[in-house]
DNA sequence: TTGCTCCTCACGTCACGTGAGGTGGC
DNA sequence: TTGCTCCTCACGTCACGTGAGGTGGC
């Protein structure tokens, strides 16, 4: 697959892909003679995708989705290290681990749903005031 | 009150309010001499509470927000004009118009609850995965 | 060969951050 | 008077957008 197949396949640009690469958030696709194509598969549309919307959804810069991409590696590298072994300690580690990482995210995501309802609490207030209203005019 | 307990009652910096004036998000200060300071009222703060959720929790850009604070106007003038008029018929049209603007708001409030929620929702899964794996081990 | 996509500079833009140098109000 | 906050340029930065000019694969 090449960039623009995988700009498409996770809703983005291919400038921003390069932009990414550039700046350490995607691996630079390996031993690219100069000039050459880049080529991605599966695993980096579904790392462009969760980067993609950790930063639109949360609202996280580019820096603070470095420090969560260390998160991300260390995903990538238990997926790899889960079949490499079938030592049930190993596993056991590598799932707790993934565990925690998972819980991570879901705190970030529960932090910001619970400052959208706040403000949706508040604008139906807002809704629930004016067709109050609205039913009083209409009785007179 | 000045541009710095604006900034702080909104949660925001100096720069940013004289930057949304600069762009006419926020209104001018009227009528200022030449490097006297800006004034600014509870209003003020109202408005841009208002435009730095929007902007923050929906992701909207700067322009896209100028668009909806041509309804943010509009909600401040029926505010005004509520209060100039006792005439229901007039005042039934104030608060449709209000309604309307309110839904509208509500409208990509509940879009973006539910992107946040689908993300929320494949995180739950892999939580699950990742437990019930756990216990698999666990029973071994 | 034609069309499309890719490549690397490199300058432009949006939404501010960050001094520089100076003035105003408790 | 001292301290703090304010003012206006104006350059810097982050996260890309947008050509310019050229090369690569079906």
Redesign the pocket.
């Known amino acids: 697959m ?4 995988l ?1 498409k396949a996770a809703g983005t ?4 892909v ?3 690469e550039e ?1 350490g958030l995607l691996p630079a696709a390996d031993e ?1 003679s ?5 080529e991605y598969g599966e695993e980096d549309v579904e790392r462009l995708r969760e980067l993609l919307r950790l ?1 639109g959804l949360l609202g996280l ?3 603070e989705l470095r420090e969560v991409m260390v998160g991300e590696d260390a995903r990538a590298a238990r997926r790899r290290a889960w079949h490499e072994t079938s030592d049930p300690d190993d596993r056991r580690r590598i799932l707790s681990e993934g565990l925690e990482y998972t819980d991570s995210l879901l705190e970030l995501v529960r932090r910001r749903r619970a400052e959208l309802e706040s403000f949706e609490a508040e604008l139906r207030e807002r809704r629930q005031r004016q067709a109050h209203l609205l039913r009083e005019l209409a009785r007179v």
């Open positions: 090449r960039i623009g197949a700009a640009t291919v400038r921003t390069r932009y990414y700046i690219r100069a000039g050459a194509h880049r930063k810069s580019l820096e």
